[in-house]
């Protein structure tokens, strides 16, 4: 073989564009991803640290009527209005008795602040998003639309929150309060 021939290497033209993209997409592939964790009694919960905007102590809220039960209240976090979602209460583990102890993790869901109560942070885990888990579905009507996978880091188990499908009220859950707004109006 001459050495002083050179191998023409292909050049990117309009009908041979150059492939760009390629090492953006490989890269984004294997990018580490960072979820914030947390604990409600013994089980490991995560949000993406990207939806994360601060992490604050427990403090008085301001209670509403009519609401669901895991909607706590609100909260005036300078000058925006913040509803809190008892994060137990709404995965059916009943309501939580927050205390000075309690931490309120506020995330951005779509354009609007909502605080999560919770019982304290664990750390900031990352990892591959090849490592995510489905979520089982043992029953056809099983309540576990706002878990987007599971993940095990460092030997634990931690389900992983769909921010957009916390809030999602399902058709049983509407169904459940107007049987329950029937009852009461039956009753008088």
Known sequence: MNPSVATPTPVASPS????????????????PTQFIS???????YGVDIMAVREIKG?????????????VRGVLNLRGVIVPIIDL??????GVTEATPLHIVI???????????????????????PMQVQPVPRIAQASR????????TVDG????LIDLNNLLAVTLSESDDAAGADRK???RM
């Open 16 to 31: 041979t564009p150059a492939n760009w993209g390629a090492a953006d997409t490989a890269r984004s592939a294997t990018t």
């Open 88 to 93: 137990r209460c709404r995965f059916g583990q």
């Open 184 to 186: 009461s109006a039956q």
């Open 156 to 159: 634990a188990m931690i389900a």
């Open 144 to 151: 576990v639309d706002f878990l987007s996978g599971l993940v």
């Open 106 to 128: 506020i995330v951005q869901i779509g354009s609007r602040p909502v605080g999560l109560l919770a019982d304290r942070v664990l750390d900031i885990v990352s990892f591959e």
């Open 58 to 70: 427990w403090s008085e809220i301001t209670h509403l009527p009519k609401q669901p039960e895991y």
């Open 38 to 44: 947390f604990a409600i009694g013994e089980d490991q």
